[in-house]
T-cell receptor
Framework: DTEVTQTPKHLVMGMTNKKSLKCEQHMGHRAMYWYKQKAKKPPELMFVYSYEKLSINESVPSRFSPECPNSSLLNLHLHALQPEDSALYLC??????????????FGPGTRLTVT | QQQVKQSPQSLIVQKGGIPIINCAYENTAFDYFPWYQQFPGKGPALLIAIRPDVSEKKEGRFTISFNKSAKQFSLHIMDSQPGDSATYFCAASNNAGNMLTFGGGTRLMVKP
């Protein structure tokens, strides 16, 4: 099973709203990722969690706040977003351990629209 | 140093043709080269990947060719089908795969 699940599939929010995106995997992976993807562009890395600790933040604005409650779950809390933040938000996971498989598996994404 | 250049941006082939997508990289520390397939509105799906110790890897109709000295790798799709119409991304990584650097993507259309 190489499934990464994400909820919700679609989200429309106003600029003053607070919402959260959720991601879950049960592959025993210890690295989890958030990516942002604009239309016709490759995914852009936002955050990496390794063993439930934030290891990489690609200079993401503070209106995006990641959280890793346990090794299977990853959240992305959203607050005071801008219309240009509208995109497909992808979660991914991998083994994350040196010497192990490098494969990174993506979820289906959450299509976010900020109005 | 972290860039991966992918070409062409778009490609149209007839059913049964062999589309070829090329990628080039600069960072010699990269040691893992995956290809992802993405359909509209879906997440990227890992298609096939290669390490630099081999020059070719085949899985079903998909083949990666790897040229370490030229720092280039390519994806070939044999007997392409309309269902292969999607966007394809190459990527490269080191450091246990935690940092994937993606190419710009190729939109493939396979005509019936």
């Amino acid at each position: 099973d190489t499934e990464v699940t994400q909820t919700p599939k679609h989200l429309v929010m106003g600029m003053t709203n607070k919402k959260s995106l959720k991601c879950e995997q049960h592959m025993g992976h210890r690295a989890m990722y958030w990516y942002k993807q604009k239309a016709k562009k490759p995914p852009e890395l936002m955050f990496v969690y390794s063993y439930e600790k934030l290891s990489i933040n690609e200079s993401v604005p503070s209106r995006f706040s990641p959280e890793c409650p346990n090794s299977s779950l990853l959240n992305l809390h959203l607050h005071a977003l801008q219309p240009e933040d509208s995109a497909l938000y992808l979660c991914a996971s991998s083994h994350g351990m040196r010497g192990s498989s490098y494969e990174q598996y993506f979820g289906p994404g959450t299509r976010l629209t900020v109005t | 140093q972290q860039q991966v250049k992918q070409s062409p941006q778009s490609l149209i082939v007839q059913k049964g043709g062999i589309p070829i997508i090329n990628c080039a990289y600069e960072n010699t520390a990269f040691d893992y080269f995956p290809w992802y397939q993405q359909f509209p509105g879906k997440g990227p799906a890992l298609l096939i990947a290669i390490r630099p110790d081999v020059s070719e890897k085949k899985e079903g109709r998909f083949t990666i060719s790897f040229n370490k000295s030229a720092k280039q790798f390519s994806l070939h799709i044999m007997d392409s089908q309309p269902g292969d119409s999607a966007t394809y991304f190459c990527a490269a990584s080191n450091n246990a795969g935690n940092m994937l650097t993606f190419g710009g993507g190729t939109r493939l259309m396979v005509k019936p």
